[in-house]
Every structure is written in structure tokens, then in C-alpha cells.
């Protein structure tokens, strides 16, 4: 019982604060920070390995992910060659909590990319695009959580196009 009443704590705090961060920037400043965008790598961070070992791998999670961004037009970086920091990543993280007999995620899908400070003229690597919510889901019920990844992978595909109009297909 306490544990479900700690996981439900988290999941009200961490809900409370995307929801804030989503707030704070602009959709119209996200989308036109994705103007130019030429290709993305998609970074992996999560799940837990206590989610891999009942089913939820991060192979196939990346593959899920870089197949729907291809599909959509959106080119993708995948070899270390073609990948080079600071380039424009899509992060996918994907934080698991285990409680008894359910699982709570927080899941972030966000655009990292140079950006330039105006407070000390260097640049810096940050977030431009984020989409970010958390769910619970019983443990048998693991494959849930790629509905809510899908949803958010089409939300940047659907800016990204917006933004740069002459990639449709």
C-alpha cells in the first residue's frame, strides 16, 4: 500500500512539473526551432533494466522510434560516423519505477541542439522541442507505454514538417 501511495506521489509530482515545463516555451518557438533541421540521431535513455529483462528493450524501442521518423520523411543519423556531438538528437528517455504489479513512467521526447547564449555569447547544447507526460501501467501491460512514445514521435514529425514544408512526402 505505501508503495502505490509513493508511486501516485511521484506520478503527481513529476506530472506537475512537464506540465509546467511545457508551459514556459511557446509551441510556435518550438516549431520554428526545428526550421533547417537537416537530420536527427535519436538517443536512448532508459528503460530500466527491471522493464527490459519483461519485454520493454531499448533495441527495440530505438528501432520503433528511427523507423517512424524515416517513415515520416525525417532523416536520421544512426551510424557513428554520421553522428557527430553536438549534432541535433531527438532524446527519448523513458524513467521506470517498479511497484507491485504496475509500472510508472515518466517519458520525455525532447530536441537537444546548439544554441547560442545571450547572457555569455558561447554556445550551448540545450532543449528547443519537448514533450514529456507520465502514465502507469500494470506490468503485464508494459507494451502500453509505445502508444504514448508513438503519439509524441508524431507530434515532432508533424512540427518538423511544419517547419520545414518542403520535406513532406
Not at 506540465?19 to 518557438?29: D, M, V, W
Not at 540521431?41 to 532508459?46: F, P, R, T
Amino acid at each position: 500500500m505505501k508503495s502505490r501511495i509513493a508511486a501516485s506521489a511521484l506520478v503527481l509530482v513529476f506530472s506537475a512539473a512537464l506540465a509546467h515545463a511545457q508551459l514556459i516555451s511557446a509551441p510556435a518557438s518550438e516549431r520554428e526551432s526545428l526550421k533547417g533541421l537537416k537530420a536527427v540521431s535519436v538517443i536512448l535513455i532508459g528503460p530500466s533494466p527491471e522493464a527490459e529483462r519483461e519485454g520493454l528493450t531499448s533495441e527495440s524501442i530505438r528501432a520503433d522510434v528511427e523507423s517512424q521518423l524515416r517513415r515520416a520523411g525525417v532523416p536520421v543519423r544512426t551510424t557513428f560516423k554520421e553522428i557527430a556531438l553536438p549534432e541535433p538528437s531527438l532524446y527519448v528517455v523513458i524513467d521506470t519505477w517498479r511497484g507491485s504489479g504496475f509500472y510508472a513512467f515518466a517519458l520525455r521526447v525532447q530536441l537537444q541542439q546548439l544554441l547560442n547564449s545571450l547572457v555569455t555569447g558561447k554556445l550551448v547544447f540545450g532543449s528547443t522541442w519537448e514533450r514529456g507526460g507520465v502514465v502507469t501501467v500494470g506490468a503485464k501491460n508494459l507494451g502500453d507505454i509505445r502508444s504514448m512514445l508513438t503519439d509524441y514521435v508524431d507530434q515532432f514529425i508533424n512540427d518538423f514538417r511544419a517547419a520545414n514544408p518542403a520535406t513532406r512526402q
